[in-house]
């Protein structure tokens, strides 16, 4: 197919009018009769085609003696079609996620293996469109390929990791605390939050031996993982502008999750 021919018909033009456009582009001005001949096409067919073409504006028409047409302004025309498309895009999704929110459950689905967690964690990641916070000790390279399909669509990376991470040539915003402890330690955890709609947290330690995991859509859930991951990335900053801890023994409340976090190494839990 003639690539003009091919973009027009992505814009919604029918072979015959993507055809009929075209022609008064290279032709200049045309009467009905003129255009059938050019194109070999029944003068019914063409007088009714560029009525319709008349009424959505991709043609003007030019009294005379006899009716003629011109095509109407490339330029002029992309902007016009760009602006509908976006006006029907934005109503349509208006309505669309009015019956998706009122007919969607929420799960929880629950994950075992290390296999079966990088398999979810692969298909998040290539669902989000805006998006996407982790916190892990994984090697990413794990979801290279994943992570440069969402360079392409230009999706927002973040990553908070105490442990040091290979980025190269990965387009992704890296907070890490670079801990060299955890070089050659096996990956432990891993939390990640797409479009702010879906949450994955998962993990191991030595006492379980095992990878666990879970997958939901729920709201509250979704909400608690991307604000963890969040604070986690705020008191990094705190930390690197004071030069030092931000929460030091005032701050504590003396409760079993403090005590808890400061007897184990991090990768025991």
Not at 234 to 248: A, I
Request: glycine share 6%; with cysteine; charged share 30%.
């Amino acid at each position: 197919m003639d690539t003009n021919l091919e973009n027009l018909s992505g814009l919604g033009f029918t072979p015959l009018e993507a055809n009929m456009y075209i022609t008064l582009l290279k032709e200049g001005e045309m009467s009905g009769y003129k255009l059938a001949k050019a194109i070999g096409i029944s003068r019914s067919s063409v007088y009714a085609a560029l009525e319709g073409m008349y009424k959505k504006g991709l043609v003007s028409k030019v009294k005379d003696e006899v009716s003629s047409y011109i095509a109407m302004n490339p330029s002029v025309l992309c902007k016009q079609l760009k602006h509908t498309f976006i006006a029907n895009a934005d109503e349509a999704e208006q309505q669309l996620m009015g019956l998706y929110e009122d007919k969607r459950e929420e799960r929880f689905t629950n994950l075992h293996g290390f296999d079966s967690i990088v398999t979810s964690v692969r298909e998040m990641l290539l669902s989000s469109y805006k998006e996407v916070y982790l916190n892990t000790d994984f090697d990413l390279n794990l979801f290279r390929s994943e992570f440069m399909i969402l360079q392409g669509r230009k999706v927002r990376i973040i990553v908070f990791s105490f442990a040091s991470l290979d980025t190269k040539d990965l387009d992704i915003e890296l907070y890490s605390h670079d801990d060299t402890a955890c070089e050659g330690e096996k990956p432990s955890r891993i939390m990640l939050v797409v479009d702010c709609d879906k949450a994955l947290v998962a993990d191991t330690y030595k006492k379980r031996g095992t990878w666990l995991g879970t997958v939901t859509n729920n709201a509250l859930f979704v909400s608690i993982v991307a604000e963890h991951i969040h604070h986690d990335i705020y008191l990094y900053k705190l930390k690197r502008q004071k030069g030092s801890e931000v929460v030091d023994e005032t701050m504590k409340i003396d409760t079993i999750l403090e005590r808890r976090y400061h007897a184990t190494e991090p990768n025991e839990q």
